[in-house]
């Protein structure tokens, strides 16, 4: 008995297995080839980093980390986890702009706005027109006690633009 050594043609082995029986059972003579169903392929499991597989990546690319986490979260992906990465990012990247436009992310929508001081409010008050109103909230703090140079000048403006003689000499008394 002789042993003859067959070896596969080398663009074969790019095949799937399947696809390589497929190729090696068409029948001589150019009779129809029988079509064999291909089982379909396992999935790979899911890759799911680690930690220190993270940071080995940071460590060797920290620009294309924050670039990818920027996109992820100022896309479809903007979850907490990744708006706090990136912030920290930011932060070891010295990027002060980043991390407080981060910083607006996380705070919640839903969040009431800080309250306005006394102060903001005469301001704003004086901005739309209303000195009336920026003079009723400053003009009690000015009288109980000793009231901020900022405080003063705002008052000062109101009292100025009500003609207001009295309210202009509790603002000097105070100054």
Same mark, same amino acid.
């Given at each position: ?78 979850? !907490?986890?990744?708006?706090?990465? /990136?912030? +920290?990012? *930011?932060?070891?990247?010295? &990027?002060? =702009? $980043? ?49 901020? !140079?900022?405080?003063?000048?705002? /008052?000062? +403006?109101? *009292?100025?633009?009500?003609? &207001?003689? =009295? $309210? ?8």
């Amino acid at each position: 008995m002789r042993l003859v050594a067959w070896t596969m043609p080398a663009f074969l082995f790019a095949l799937p297995c399947c696809e390589q029986v497929k190729a090696f059972a068409q029948p001589a003579g150019g009779a129809q080839a029988t079509t064999a169903t291909c089982p379909p392929l396992p999935s790979a499991p899911p890759v799911t980093p680690t930690p220190e597989s993270a940071v080995g990546v940071f460590q060797s690319n920290p620009k294309a980390v924050k670039e990818v986490l920027s996109k992820r979260v100022h896309g479809d992906q903007a979850t !907490p986890d990744n708006i706090r990465l /990136l912030q +920290a990012v *930011c932060a070891n990247a010295h &990027d002060d =702009a $980043c991390v407080a436009d981060c910083q607006l992310l996380l705070v919640p929508q839903d969040a009431p706005a800080p309250k306005k001081s006394a102060v903001d409010q005469a301001r704003e008050a004086l901005l739309q027109g209303r000195p009336e109103a920026a003079k009723t909230l400053l003009l009690p703090i000015a009288a109980k006690g000793k009231p901020s !140079p900022e405080e003063l000048k705002v /008052l000062k +403006a109101a *009292c100025d633009a009500l003609k &207001d003689r =009295a $309210c202009l000499d509790v603002v000097k008394a105070k100054h």
